[in-house]
């Protein structure tokens, strides 16, 4: 069983920065791409960033391009989501997931291990 343990959320004011975190309990989480994904209140799931399992591949929604940097550490076990610039549209429960493979998607449904989910709150 793989758990995912997010961590890092909080509140801060519009253009504000925040770095969420995280920690897998897998050995094998070198071997997995790993995604980002916020919901905000009445509203549906909705993918943010993704990176492949070496992190040299990334890809993110474009409301988020060239504010957010997602990351990992594969030492460390760790994904981390770098969010610079932050907007009041950014609030949300944020979620990391591991991927099933070693590639990435931008598709939930390809997603079989999700954390608890960590609230960010962007006040204006």
């Known amino acids: 069983q793989v758990q995912l343990v997010e961590s890092g959320g909080g509140l801060v004011q519009a253009g504000g920065s925040l770095r969420l975190s995280c920690a897998a309990s897998?050995?094998?989480?070198?071997?997995?791409?790993m995604g980002w994904f916020r919901q905000a209140p009445g509203q549906e799931r909705e993918f943010v960033a993704a990176?492949?399992?070496?992190?040299?591949?990334?890809s993110y929604t474009d409301s988020v391009k060239g504010r957010f940097t997602i990351s990992r550490d594969n030492a460390k076990n760790t994904a981390y989501l770098q969010m610079n610039s932050l907007k009041p549209e950014d609030t949300a429960v944020y979620y990391c997931?591991?991927?099933?493979?070693?590639?990435?998607?931008?598709?939930?449904?390809?997603?079989?291990?999700w954390g608890q989910g960590t609230q960010v709150t962007v006040s204006s």
């Open positions: 997931a591991r991927h099933l493979g070693y590639g990435s998607s931008r598709i939930a449904a390809a997603y079989n291990y």
């Open positions: 897998s050995r094998t989480f070198s071997s997995y791409a």
């Open positions: 990176i492949n399992w070496s992190g040299d591949s990334t």
